[in-house]
């Protein structure tokens, strides 16, 4: 079992930056894939940005150039930096790992955090 907790979303103008935190307990070692994926107010759930216990790094075109996500196995904790924010960026932002586990893959989220860009 892989438990995920979301911190650091929050109000800030266009233009600023937020710092996203994911902290992961449990079974961390099985995570092969950790990222972040967005849901914008009447929208579908997307992929922002995921690293793969490989290095492998993938960002949805979107935010390319202005999110970098980062890993700290340490402190078994992912980061998101958002930089040059938009209000298109307004979304709820969610953790999620895929884990390998009694041959099984699964798939776990984080109760996600509020990110709210204005004009």
């Known amino acids: 079992q892989v438990q995920l907790v979301e911190s650091g979303g929050g109000l800030v103008q266009a233009g600023g930056s937020l710092r996203l935190s994911c902290a992961a307990s449990?079974?961390?070692?099985?995570?092969?894939?950790i990222g972040w994926y967005r849901e914008p107010p009447g929208k579908q759930r997307e992929l922002v940005a995921v690293?793969?216990?490989?290095?492998?790094?993938n960002y949805a075109d979107s935010v390319k150039g202005r999110f970098t996500i980062s890993r700290d196995n340490a402190k078994n904790t992912v980061y998101l930096q958002m930089n040059s924010l938009k209000p298109e960026d307004t979304a709820v932002y969610y953790c999620?790992?895929?884990?390998?586990?009694?041959?099984?893959?699964?798939?776990?989220w984080g109760q996600g955090t509020q990110v709210t860009v204005s004009s």
């Open positions: 690293i793969s216990s490989d290095g492998s790094i």
């Open positions: 449990g079974s961390t070692s099985s995570i092969t894939t």
């Open positions: 999620r790992a895929v884990a390998y586990a009694w041959a099984s893959i699964r798939n776990y």
